[in-house]
């Protein structure tokens, strides 16, 4: 698995994503074992970063993520845990909350990355970053970011955060390159900071293209597995596909190992 080395860590190029593990915004225990079933095999084969947020299924996401993570055997240091406080929490005592929160439903003591999960109008950071500043010093979290920012507010987190910020998770596929065209990418890569992509294939929605075909077959690969190759052929982008079904969780992360010539770069950039 090819991985992005900041100053303070390194992560894999991809990672698995949670939203609809355990339900939507609510908890739906109907999809528990296929939940589990989906993080196991992840887990399994290699997949070392596990996002998740307080947001998915109001929590028994991560729950989930917790339980999986416990029975895979692995050591809590091998994985890596994002997880994300939702806009409603951002005051001081909420985001506080929020983190313990978080914590008890993963059955874990620490997050490796916090992030805050929206921007919120008329929130006060200054208050937010004095919690998460809090959070890191009292080693409940490693590492901060944020998460659908613009420019001009991940400049303002770094400016209050007391650690560098590493990430902003943001949407980016070949049909959604809006934080390409608003800078920030650009801005990421020449700040040393991860733009983590969510949504790479559009929720399986993704329509490939003649030019993604012809290049998936001469790779041998299917065109998602293009779609999510592009994606990662960027410096400073790593991404988090989700999948229920074996088969494209394996395909999501064998992507990383596709090595796109600078043409086929080029022919899906244009």
């Given at each position: 698995?090819?991985s992005?080395?900041l100053?303070?860590?390194?992560?894999?190029k991809v990672?698995f994503?949670?939203?609809?593990?355990g339900?939507?915004s609510t908890p739906?225990?109907?999809?528990?074992?296929?939940?589990?079933?989906?993080?196991?095999?992840?887990l399994?084969?290699?997949?070392?970063?596990?996002?998740?947020a307080?947001?998915?299924?109001?929590g028994?996401s991560e729950?989930?993520v917790?339980?999986?993570?416990?029975?895979?055997?692995?050591k809590r240091?091998?994985?890596?845990?994002?997880s994300?406080?939702?806009p409603?929490h951002?005051?001081?005592?909420?985001?506080?909350?929020?983190c313990?929160?978080s914590?008890?439903?993963?059955?874990?003591?620490?997050i490796?990355l916090?992030?805050?999960?929206?921007?919120?109008s008329?929130?006060?950071?200054?208050e937010t970053?004095?919690a998460?500043?809090?959070?890191?010093r009292d080693?409940?979290?490693?590492?901060?970011?944020?998460?659908?920012?613009?420019?001009?507010?991940?400049?303002?987190?770094q400016?209050?955060?007391?650690?560098?910020?590493?990430?902003n998770?943001?949407?980016?596929?070949?049909g959604d390159r809006s934080?390409?065209k608003?800078g920030?990418?650009?801005?990421?890569?020449?700040n040393?900071?991860l733009?983590?992509?969510?949504?790479?294939?559009?929720?399986?929605?993704?329509?490939?293209?003649?030019?993604?075909?012809?290049?998936?077959k001469?790779?041998?690969a299917?065109?998602?597995?293009?779609?999510?190759?592009?994606?990662?052929?960027?410096?400073r982008?790593?991404?988090?596909?989700?999948?229920f079904?074996?088969?494209?969780?394996?395909?999501n992360?064998?992507?990383?190992?596709?090595?796109?010539?600078?043409?086929?770069?080029?022919?899906?950039?244009?």
């Open positions: 698995m090819k992005e080395t100053s303070t860590l390194t992560l894999p990672g994503g949670t939203w609809k593990i339900g939507n739906n225990r109907a999809v528990d074992e296929k939940s589990l079933a989906a993080l196991r095999y992840a399994e084969i290699g997949y070392t970063h596990i996002d998740t307080e947001m998915y299924a109001s028994h729950e989930l917790g339980q999986a993570v416990r029975e895979s055997g692995m240091e091998d994985v890596f845990i994002t994300k406080v939702i409603s951002l005051r001081y005592d909420d985001v506080l909350t929020a313990e929160n914590l008890r439903h993963l059955g874990m003591e620490y490796d916090y992030l805050i999960h929206w921007p919120q008329g929130a006060k950071y200054e970053f004095k998460l500043n809090k959070l890191v080693g409940k979290v490693k590492h901060l970011g944020v998460s659908n920012f613009d420019v001009k507010l991940l400049k303002q987190a400016s209050l955060s007391e650690t560098p910020i590493i990430t998770q943001v949407p980016f596929s070949l934080y390409i608003n920030m990418l650009a801005y990421c890569q020449q040393d900071i733009l983590t992509a969510y949504s790479p294939v559009e929720e399986g929605k993704l329509r490939p293209n003649k030019t993604v075909a012809a290049i998936a001469a790779h041998n299917t065109p998602f597995q293009i779609a999510l190759a592009w994606i990662v052929s960027h410096p982008v790593i991404t988090i596909p989700m999948s079904n074996p088969v494209h969780i394996r395909e992360f064998e992507s990383a190992d596709i090595e796109l010539t600078q043409d086929e770069i080029e022919q899906l950039t244009n």
